[in-house]
């Protein structure tokens, strides 16, 4: 099991970015896939982004492709995700997850999640 603690979130402008962390510990993170999703109120959480340990298989939800991006610093144990032309409708609260395995876009199949952190984009 791995422990997951996102931070970075906020309140912005559409147009402008964010970049939010999730530190991992109790496990080394570059074993596990991590994922990014999110959750806007009333609707159900959703894929943003994910990758491999050794960032060799990376995946997006097409709504930011171009505009997100997932990286790692694995000698510190964090993930990234670098959210660059934030529209309104990116906000939602983003969520950090791991998973052994290959990468998936489907939540049901990561085990271990962050707390979340709040992300509003304003228009």
């Known amino acids: 099991q791995v422990q997951l603690a996102e931070s970075g979130g906020g309140l912005v402008q559409a147009g402008g970015f964010l970049r939010l962390s999730c530190a991992a510990s109790?496990?080394?993170?570059?074993?596990?896939?991590m994922g990014w999703f999110r959750q806007a109120p009333g609707k159900e959480r959703e894929f943003v982004a994910a990758?491999?340990?050794?960032?060799?298989?990376?995946s997006y939800a097409d709504s930011v492709k171009g505009r997100f991006t997932i990286s790692r610093d694995n000698a510190k144990n964090t993930v990234y995700l670098q959210m660059n032309s934030l529209k309104p409708e990116d906000t939602a609260v983003y969520y950090c997850?791991?998973?052994?395995?290959?990468?998936?876009?489907?939540?049901?199949?990561?085990?271990?999640w962050g707390q979340g952190t709040q992300v509003t984009v304003s228009s």
């Open positions: 990758n491999t340990g050794s960032g060799g298989t990376t």
């Open positions: 109790g496990r080394t993170a570059s074993s596990y896939v």
């Open positions: 997850a791991a998973r052994l395995g290959i990468v998936t876009s489907d939540y049901k199949r990561y085990n271990d």
